[in-house]
């Protein structure tokens, strides 16, 4: 019996090596490979091609799994808190806005909100101890806050454009792509999160995704639409793009 | 094709160990930033799977289940993190936050460890880190004013002087109120073990940088467990273990600089001959009498006035350095730390110096999953050298104690004579007269320091090997042997040299070598379970064997062949045995506890000893202990949850216990039997009594009742504990005092007769005021009211009376507290000539006129005071006292320090009587305003020369009764952590530079050198004598961390 | 098949905790906890040999050789009370307050002098219990044992009656004197007891020493059993003092001459040991210790050195702590005592302090001088006085003169000395001269009422005089005695 396991197991090992190598030519010295989140690859495969004309010699692939990494995407925010022994080449930015599930039950909660940075702050962070100042908003505390974990996570970025630190989350960690926190949010009613805008918008269409609402910001009553579930990722785009608007974490992105 | 694989995948799946995935991940500490070694991730879907990150804050877990899964990451002290992961490819990162939920820690309690939630006794815990760094010498001296209902404090400034410590106040008269050492399991000798001046408590041989941490259990219910010895509590200390991964290197250094403080002003040479004169001057007057002044400025050849401090030559700074350097790693497996350690420290007092070489192994192997062996080893060679600081016990009154002699030594002499020779009676040896007319039978400090030496090493092992078997996960089996040994060299020399104090004897050494050995095996076996998810049981039967002997030698060598010799190896006339001593003591006990936790808020414990002590009489050596304790989880109540915001209060815990522990700590292992002594009588030997025995010496027992209620405030920012406590103590083993006229030896006969009480409430506190990135500050405060009565005692009008030097300064008395000061009343000076007026016996007012006549204030003739007009004048135990600690941390700052205070107490000031003496002895500047005049109003009286009764040189007298109350800054420390940055692809890990300031002040009242001083040591019947002992340093420190 | 082998490992593992338990139970159960001292003899077991038991009655004897005691100040508190010694130092701890007379009932040597003699009664009370009924020796040497008991007994009440007890001269021994302890104490039973009044305290003292003369030996193997244990000519020696003290000269002259049967010089016993005086009186002192003229002394030997501080350090070595009053009331500057007296060398000058020691006890480091109790020329002297007081005037002037005439063998006494109205108090000068530094003078003047004199002084000490009316004309019961025994004062 047990033999015939081991065989099995053999031919399965096989098979899926089999499969990873086909992609994976690793070891011709002309392929580099970048590791970056999901939301990002797009930037990235664009900058890939992009460098491909200046520099036909080398070859950029996105890594998949456990590759030999030789790039990482980093964003600027990092660069000030880690240390970096490579130059940091940036090529785009990319934006992160508060989300949580349609039609869910912290959705509610926070339909027809506007809240401003210290509300976010509020409703994302660990109360800092001192700042006892605000008042607690208690329908805040029964949400269940997602963020992401990873080096590559946005979540460090949307805590420092608050002044925290990505560790400061309330709630629970979601280890794995950021676009993973979308499937969490579907799953937790309570759940509220935030995510670059690929992983909101389908990039098809323009528009936000089905199952997801933006959540509502304090924006100048003209920008209000241009932050509503109406709005389309060019409308978006278009708003942060005309000034710094406080609430929305806008970082630049780049390779490392 | 992908379907059918995935069905056969998952019939395969649970038979497959290759097919698993594959979790990394990195836990770090959120405001750190340093990685968190040896927290446990397990998958939360997924029984039994689980790993402990390794030296780096890494760990890599296999699991069956797929994604996305929930990880379960815990570690000590640090909130516990569910982390959701979605995908496998990348690390997973986690940072922990810590948890001042004080409910989820381990404590360490007899046989074992409990979680703080579940543990229903009395415990106070201290960091390791509170006295790994301190200028010390055995951890003891650094816990002060750290744990509620704990007082401690050094018996006084000589290095390495035992400390007095007292938990939950004294709880004896006669035997020790020590509490029981056990250093990991291990239960280990304390209190001083040197036969001479240099003082050596072998606590010091315990190197402060291995300690993990100390666990004071301080209620009966938890000390029960280790019965007999436990009665003054059990201070429970943790080594450091090595943890999984790379290995780890630590070095920690630091010099430090001591000084005296607080001494006070003498006179100089000319206002002493002043004053001496004035006071023979004043004798004459009073009764016709001729005496000549003998008191007369010496001068230098050059014309100059000899005018000595003898400070110079007694005190100096202390300069000491201390390294030490770990080594600790492991594999899954096995783990190890390694350390050496070495101490070089001297005192503010010349001569007194403290080195020790310390090396420390402890390592654990997990055999298999169910065999775990664990082994602790620490050998040091340590060597104490003292002066006589006149400050150990019973050494008050010594002709040589420096502390005093830095005060009375005349002012008009000095320590050398003009030629270079030290300045000593050419007769007697001690201080030589110069010009005065009188002889001095004090020594020269600085000629005894150069012609003798004390010296007291250690050459210590502690160690122990433990297996913990558990065969079946509810079994544990545990089986210890351990050992403390020490061999002890103490040495006295004192040179042929005149001034040497032994001149007169050719010289003398004398050498005393002792050997301790205290083994120690017991066994366990443990049950725990749970059934249906409500009852939580555990349940533990033990055996418990100690094994103790100590063994005393030594020679006594007098009138070396010549002045060479400092060694008895040298040549010597005479040799005489002394110090001789074998004693052996066994204990045997049996223990049980037995633990019920129901729904996880409601906890009950008990447990029971039986305990045999050799030293007790025949058919009384055994006796039965035991305590109930029970936990009330209040907060987890549903009533209480929906009562109470969580956020307001949490983890509110009511905790009772009664308990009965026994104290059979009799100093001699033969106490009950009447024993005959051979000794000499002439040449002829002969047989004398020596101990009068007691064949019904048995256990003394204290009953203990504890009430705690502890709770966390605000998220957990505030931790609040709260306790009341009685401990009412019978059968107390008292040297009851026999008339002396019976001819009884020593006029005592141990007997279970006494009663008293401890009552007290502890309080502590601990605020977390800040706790962000960059600024952390913790305040924690603690608290103890305590009140001590005696209640009972041989009789009723009986009473201990007690003595410091020769006079008797303390009283135990029914109705009062343990060693209440005692001597004669004095009211005031009386300002129309200056007598002291005290209040006798009768409660008449009497007052002296220095020369032996006492009167009435009308002029009758009085009777001389004596013991009869003894008062009992005071309280002399703290009936308050605590502690105030805070630490604040900013961006690699860090400023700590620690404030412990005490009073309600009162300090008998003997030590003014020796610096305001009307005999040859110099006198602080007080004496300035001595009353001259009629009318003058002063606290002063007339100087009288020979006068020992108006100033309390032959009398405690209530004059200098003062009160006890004060506020030290005992540590302030201000450290720098090196940013990461600075130190990234540099080998060293961490980088700590720190400056602290030991004893930096004390707000007093007291007049004296230091509230805390005892001059009788651990002593029992005689606390809060200050009388002439050393008072402590202020030490400056400078250290330097490096972890590589 | 890992199931079984774990299943193994845990019977095997459970069977061997088993087997080590059991053992320690053994262990716990058997005789662990019975441990008994290794350099000590239970109370049970000390009577049991013929050899502990001359061990225990050397012990009676160290236990009368403490540092109050015969180690030396029971000596000194003797001769400092009076105005022969000056005391030099400042520290008043070796007898200063005796010195001065200003000593209280809290005093050191007031204590321990009384603890000390208590608990050498005690130990010969236990002795007498042990030995009665004690089948490992003879009947005979029982009654040696026996009498040396006794006569201890006697010599430590006889102590205490003295030091702490109104003089029997005063009232014929009416005063309350000391507790009567004659039962071997060995519990906390019989804290409280009353006083017996002196002449009862006498009574059982002469009983004790008419016991003692009856069983000890007439004489020992050794010139130093003679000297350093009692034989029967010592119970009689000191019933001279004793009956003196009580002022009953003819029970003086009674016992005096059982050892000085002879009317004239030289005198000698003629029984039992042949006490007799020595050519020169300083063989006596460093000399030979064991001559017949030391009828009672405690040896010193060096492993067996004076407890405290010796009489040799006190006087004259390093100390110093009492030098000879140089002043007209010091016996040093009485004309009689000529420089040509042997006893002369015992004043020895001190350059280095320009005073004048004691040099009868000498040495030092170790200070092996023997203590005397009692001598041969105190007896002469006692029968002198003795004879003089019940008129036998001739006789008491022989004996005089053969103390004298002894040291100094042409002073002839002026016919006023020997007058009968005079003989008496020349007696006593000459007990000044020949037993200085021996501690008997405070005795001489307890039993005749006199006062202590003033004296000069040399440090900050306070001396002061005190007549029989006055607080300190005794030693008073201790503070720790009044504190345990409630009887004490009734």
Redesign the interface.
Known sequence: MKKI?LA??VL??INISSVWAEGNSTNTSSVRYVKAPRFARPLVEKWISEYAKTQPGVEFQIAK??DNIDLNVVFDSQEKTK?FSHIVVYFGEFAVLPITASGSEAAKVLEGKHLNSKKLKQLYF?N???EEDVKKIKQFEKLVI?SG????SVASSFAHNFGE????FRG??????DL?IN??LLKDPLGVSFNALPNIFDLKSRHIKNDLTLIGIDVKKNLEKNFSDEATLDEVIDALENGKIQEVAVEKIGVS | MKKGLFIIGFAIAPLLAAAQNLITGHITDVRTGEPLIGASVIVKSEKGRGVVSDIDGNFKLQTKVEAPLTLRVEFVGYRALDVDVYDFEEPVEITLRENYNSLSEVVVVGYGTQSRKEFTGSISSINGADVSQRPIQSFDQALAGHAAGVSLAASNGQLNAPSVIRIRGVNSISLSSLPLFVIDGVPVYSDDISTNSAANNPLSDINPSDIESIDILKDAASTAIYGSRAAGGVILVTTKKGRSGRAVTHYNGWVSFTNAVRLPEMLNAEQYTALKNEAITNANNIDGGNRSLVYQLQKNSDGSIVDTDWKDYVYRTGISHNHNIDISGGTENITYYFSVNYSNQQGIFQGNNFERKGIRFNAEDRITNWLTLSLNSNYSSSFNESPDTGSRPGSSMSSYGVTRLALVLPPNVGAYNEDGTFNVNPVSGTLGSGANNSSFPLYNPEARLALTSNTSDNSHFIGNIKFVLRPVKQITWTGQYSLDRINNESTSFASTQLGSGASSSGGSVTNITSRFINEDFNTTLGYDDIFGKLHKISLLVGFDYQHNTTNFWGARATKESDDFFRYYQGGWANVVATGNQIGERNYISYFFRASYTLSDRYFLTTNFRRDGNSALAKNHKYGNFGGLSFGWLISDEPFFKHALSKDAISNLKLNASWGRVGNGNITNDYSSFSLYSSSLYGDASTWDISQQGNDNLSWETSSQTNIGLSFDAFKDRLHVELAYFNNNVDDLILSVPQSPSKGIVGNSILSNVGSMYNRGVEFSLNYQVLNNKEWKWNVSTNFTYLKNEVTALSGDESAIISYTGSGSTNITKIGYSVGSLYGLKTLRVNPENGQRVFLNGAGEEVQYNGLGKWTYLDGRTAKALSGDDYYVLGNALPKWYGGIISNTEWRGFELNFSFSFAGGNKIMNRSKSTITDQIFFNNSTEVLDRWTTPGQDTNIPRLVTGDRYSFGGSVPISEHVENGDFLRLQNITLAYNLPKKVLNNVFIKGVRIYGQIDNAFILTGYSGVDPELSANGNSNTTPGVDYNTGGYGRTFTFGLNLTF | MRRNYLYKYILSGAARSIVILSILTVIGCSDELETTSKTSLSSATVFSTEARIEGLANGLYKSLKTANLYSGYLILYGDLRAEDFVCRTENALTGGYVWSNTFTNTTGDIANTWGQLYAAVNNINTFIDGVSISNVISEAQKNHYLGEAYFLRGLAYYHLVTLYATPYTKDDGASKGIPLRLLAENSSEHNDLERSSVSDVYKQIIQDLDNAERLLPESYETNLLNTTRAHRNTAIALKTRVYLSKGEYTKVVDEAKKIVPQTAAPFSATSGVHSALQEDITTVFGGNYTTTESILSFPMTSSDTPLGVSLSETFYANRIDYVLNSSETGIISDKSWRENDRRRSFVVFNQNIGQNTLAKYKKVSPSVDYVPAIRYSEVLLNYAEASASTGNVALAVQLLQAVRHRSDDTYEFSADDLAAGQIISTIAKEKRIELLGEGLRANDILRKLETFPSKPTLSSMNPISVSPNDDNYIFPIPNSEIQTNSLINK
């Open positions: 396991v099995i197991a399965l090992s799994g456990k240390d660990l800092d101890d001192f997602y974990s990873n080096a590559t630190e990505s560790s400061n629970k960690r979601i280890s794995g792509d993973f499937t969490a």
